[in-house]
Structures are given as C-alpha cells and as structure tokens.
C-alpha cells in the first residue's frame, strides 16, 4: 500500500518568514494531494489540494508543487502570520484506492510574532 | 455546509468494556472513515464505507469493528478496550473522491 512521510516533524519560524514542509510517497499510482490544516483543539480541514496532471497550484499567500519522477510534493506558506500555526498534514491517494487517503505524519508550525 | 459530528467529545471507559463510538454526516455522503490521531503517527486509518453495510479493512484494524446501517451513520465499535487504544478518534465523510470532512474528535481514554 501507500506509504507518506513528511518532514520536518516541527518547524518553528518568526513572523512574515516563509515555511515549506515536504512529503515523499511510495505508490506512482497516487494521483491526488491534499493538505490539511489542523488547528488546536479543533479538526483537520482541507486547505490546499493538487492532481497529478499539474506540478504547481496557488491560493493566495499558500502554494503547493508536485514533483511525480522524485514522488515528492511540497507546500509552501508565504509571509507567515501567527494564526499559521498549526499541525499539518500532507496525504496522497492511489488511483486504485477510491476515496482512501494515506496521511504523513504531521507538522507542527509555530509562527513567532 | 457540511457537519460531520461525533457522540462524544471526551470519553473514558475501562479495561475490558464495550465502547462505541458514533459518527453522523448531514450531507448524503457515500463514504465515511474512521481515524486515529496519535502524536507523531499522523491520522491513521482504521476502517472506512463507501456504502450502507459495506466496510473496508484500513491500517491498523485490529482490535475494531464497524457498522454502517444507514447512510448517514457510521459506528466504530471496541469490543473489549485496552489501554493502548486510548487515543483521539476521528470521523470524516466524503462524496465520491472528493474533499474529507473531519467531525470534532473524540478523546478516548481506557483505564
């Protein structure tokens, strides 16, 4: 099955710095990346999402890149503010899963003011 | 809007006892997934259903059951808890391959 790893495991930056987490999948199937954002104390919630058949997607100050021959997709947070801060989380879905995702394992993101 | 919502917010049985935990969707979802979320191991998949009585095996099913008898519930049941199933547990749904929604979680602890 899927495997996702996701690195750093916590990232801590100051205000209006730039954060990128990565994760690297194991199954060339995966053709569907979400992120999700999980603030404290409440759910995961979907943020940014990106196909297979596209290697970059925006959405204001967050982006994400797909790299398919290295099997490794990125998201990226431009000029961070504290209410960043959050776990989050990368996930990947074989096109023989269904609706099934594979999360990585998380990344805590501190924003210092 | 979509609400998932989820019997408990804070659970706590004991060794040995029966628990259920339910989830309902207010949006005519097809799927629903049953999570647990354990410090440093992400979201972890232990059951999902992509239809009323039909389920599907996740990761790491062992110990759970499920049980889906109508569209808009899903039910994770623990037989006989034990303390290394003391855990958050979250529930989402889904339309066909599209977005999860995530309920609230519920915080589980097994003495």
């Known amino acids: 099955g899927e495997n996702v790893e996701q690195h750093p495991s916590t990232l801590s930056v100051q205000e209006g710095d730039s954060a990128v987490i990565k994760c690297t999948y194991s199954d060339s199937a995966s053709n569907y990346f979400p992120w999700y954002k999980q603030e404290l104390g409440k759910r995961p919630q979907l943020i940014i999402d990106i196909r297979s058949n596209v290697g970059e997607k925006k959405d204001q100050r967050i982006a994400v890149t797909l790299n398919k021959t290295a099997k490794h997709f990125s998201l990226h947070i431009t000029e961070t503010q504290p209410e960043d801060s959050a776990v989050y989380f990368c996930a990947a879905r074989p096109e023989t899963s269904g609706s099934r995702l594979t999360f990585g394992e998380g990344t805590q993101l501190t924003v210092n003011p | 809007d979509v609400k998932v919502t989820q019997s408990s917010r804070y659970l706590v049985k004991r060794t040995g006892e029966k628990v259920f935990l339910e989830c309902v969707q207010d949006?005519?979802?097809?799927?629903m997934f049953w999570y647990r979320q354990d410090p440093g191991l992400g979201l972890r998949l232990i059951y999902f259903s992509y239809d009323v009585k039909m389920k599907e095996k996740g990761d790491i099913p062992e110990g759970y059951s499920v049980s889906r008898e109508k569209k808009e519930r899903f039910s994770l049941i623990l037989e006989s808890a034990s303390t290394n199933q003391t855990s958050m547990y979250l529930c989402?749904?889904?339309?066909?391959?599209?977005?999860?929604?995530f309920g609230p979680g519920t915080r589980l602890t097994v003495l």
């Open positions: 949006m005519d979802h097809e799927n």
């Open positions: 989402a749904s889904s339309k066909d391959w599209g977005e999860q929604f």
